[in-house]
């Protein structure tokens, strides 16, 4: 059993378990929007990038049934012969408030996480309504206005965008821009160039 995995590792599973376009854009995203915030916040840039990547491994093998996500890719990793209970932890509790599951966020990874992949909807939902769907332009404040209409992007999960700064000093206007440009460096992968 592994206690680390490399990115290529990672990758090769993310290529073998996440077939749907829109799930494999949206944890490039969160992969890329860890990364920076790893960077920013003085940690493992890699181990939160590869988080970030794998938290949704799971939703192409579910069948929409939520009450086994964050599980599901756990046990997938732990059969594909990894155990990381730190990254283990982060998947889980990103789910947090999901029916059934009791497990609750406790790290700075599990918070910077589930805000991290919260945020990626919000900032795709504003970019597809942008002339050309381009990321290029985007500035934190357009995306804090889009933050404040609770009926912009409904489905995302503000509490968890805005938990983030209870574990980082990161003000949340400046973990927009963050993750605006971290988006943006990806944005010929993810459609929005």
Excluded at 46 to 68: A, C, N, P, Q
Excluded at 77 to 89: R, S, V
Aim: glycine fraction near 6%; include cysteine; aromatic fraction near 10%.
């Amino acid at each position: 059993m592994k206690n680390e995995i490399s990115y290529s590792e990672a990758k090769t599973l993310f290529d073998k378990y996440l077939k749907t376009e829109y799930l494999r854009f949206h944890s490039r995203e969160s992969e890329v929007i860890m990364r920076k915030l790893a960077n920013k916040l003085g940690e493992d840039e890699e181990f939160w990038g590869i988080t970030g990547l794998l938290h949704d491994l799971d939703i192409d093998t579910i069948d929409e049934d939520y009450s086994k996500h964050g599980y599901k890719t756990v046990d997938i990793l732990f059969n594909e012969g990894f155990n990381i209970p730190k990254m283990f932890a982060a998947i889980i509790s990103h789910t947090e408030g999901v029916e059934g599951h009791k497990e609750r966020r406790e790290t700075k990874l599990d918070y910077c996480l589930a805000a991290a992949e919260n945020l990626t909807g919000l900032i795709s939902a504003y970019v597809l309504l942008r002339p050309g769907k381009k990321i290029a332009g985007t500035k934190a404040k357009s995306i804090t206005k889009k933050f404040k209409s609770k009926s912009f992007a409904a489905s995302v999960n503000r509490e968890f965008i805005n938990d983030i700064t209870k574990v980082t000093d990161l003000p949340r206007n400046e973990f927009f821009q963050l993750a605006v440009d971290a988006m943006s460096e990806i944005a010929d992968e993810i459609g929005m160039d």
